[in-house]
């Protein structure tokens, strides 16, 4: 098992940037793909990046690509989004979650932390 805690989360003004982590505790989060969601307000949680667990290559939406950045420190056990440009349509709140096949499917998820919420204003 693994526990999963998201931080860093907050308000932004469009065009700024913020650090998101998810801190994993019970299991290396290199033994799993580390995906992040995230969820708008009356909007359907939707895939943002994952990095694998072998070889650590990383996948994004087309939404994020070139804006937003995933990374892990395997010494602290934690993964990072690097969220730059920010745009008030990535206002949403964001969750770290783990599984060991990936994909972009939430439901196939099994391991989340409690999210982080992220609000970029105009």
């Known amino acids: 098992q693994v526990q999963l805690v998201e931080s860093g989360g907050g308000l932004v003004q469009a065009g700024g940037s913020l650090r998101l982590s998810c801190a994993a505790s019970g299991r290396t989060c290199s033994s799993y793909t580390m995906t992040w969601f995230r969820q708008a307000p009356g909007k359907e949680r939707e895939f943002v990046a994952a990095?694998?667990?072998?070889?650590?290559?990383?996948s994004y939406a087309d939404s994020v690509k070139g804006r937003f950045t995933i990374s892990r420190d395997n010494s602290k056990n934690t993964i990072y989004l690097q969220m730059n440009r920010l745009k008030p349509e990535d206002t949403a709140v964001y969750y770290c979650?783990?599984?060991?096949?990936?994909?972009?499917?939430?439901?196939?998820?099994?391991?989340w932390g409690q999210g982080t919420q992220v609000t970029v204003s105009s």
């Open positions: 990095i694998r667990r072998s070889g650590g290559s990383t």
């Open positions: 979650a783990a599984n060991v096949l990936g994909g972009s499917d939430f439901s196939s998820y099994y391991y």
